[in-house]
T-cell receptor, first 114, second 113 residues
Framework: EPEVTQTPSHQVTQMGQEVILRCVPI?????FYWYRQILGQKVEFLVS????????KSEIFDDQFSVERPDGSNFTLKIRSTKLEDSAMYFC????????????FGPGTRLTVT | AQSVTQLGSHVSVSEGALVLLRCNYSSSVPPYLFWYVQYPNQGLQLLLK??????LVKGINGFEAEFKKSETSFHLTKPSAHMSDAAEYFCAVSFQGAQKLVFGQGTRLTINP
């Protein structure tokens, strides 16, 4: 069964450093998303991506965040200068064009900023 | 404002008992509704979905949910709990066909032997 994969599973970084979180969506999906879940809080939407551009972003997704689809399979989230409050589980999701609201999630990357 | 509320951050039931996890949303237009399950140290797995077809939706692992427009609810049920059902359950909503999902705060389900 096709699935969304994410690497790394756990990333530890120092405050102010740049991190790139990687995702491989389901191969025939066209919509891609990032969500995050701060420990003990709700899962929050960050950004959606379609046709090589951002289709929607939340207030959380400020200038320190960026997304990219560098090739035909990967989808990345870059945080330019990490802050302590960026520590969270980051989930990638993807969906197909027939049912774009039906999203399939990866296992997540736990980001710890020290 | 559009929102999703899960009543009860923690629900505990005995093995074999009925499971009922509550989800209410606030919207004037019926949205698309989803339940996801998260097992420890794992990602979010889609349990079931409502997308304006039958109001009683069956999902995986014996779970089902009923969409009630008049109550703006989408409660998740399972007739008989199993130990393997212990997990965190999230209700999620796509409002007015928007792609992004809005999640409830989650309900941790514990099963007592």
């Amino acid at each position: 069964e096709p699935e969304v994969t994410q690497t790394p599973s756990h990333q530890v970084t120092q405050m102010g450093q740049e991190v790139i979180l990687r995702c491989v969506p389901i191969s025939n999906h066209l919509y891609f998303y990032w969500y995050r879940q701060i420990l003990g809080q709700k899962v929050e939407f960050l950004v959606s991506f379609y046709n090589n551009e951002i289709s929607e972003k939340s207030e959380i997704f400020d200038d320190q965040f960026s997304v990219e689809r560098p090739d035909g399979s990967n989808f990345t989230l870059k945080i330019r200068s990490t802050k302590l409050e960026d520590s969270a589980m980051y989930f990638c999701a993807s969906s197909g064009d027939l049912q774009p609201y039906e999203q399939y999630f990866g296992p997540g990357t736990r980001l710890t900023v020290t | 404002a559009q929102s999703v509320t899960q009543l009860g951050s923690h629900v505990s039931v005995s093995e074999g008992a009925l499971v009922l996890l509550r989800c209410n949303y606030s919207s004037s237009v019926p949205p698309y509704l989803f339940w996801y399950v998260q097992y420890p140290n794992q990602g979010l797995q889609l349990l079931l979905k409502y997308t304006s077809a039958a109001t009683l939706v069956k999902g995986i692992n014996g779970f089902e949910a009923e969409f009630k427009k008049s109550e703006t609810s989408f409660h998740l049920t399972k007739p008989s709990a199993h130990m393997s059902d212990a997990a965190e359950y999230f209700c999620a909503v796509s409002f007015q066909g928007a792609q992004k999902l809005v999640f409830g705060q989650g309900t941790r389900l514990t099963i007592n032997p």
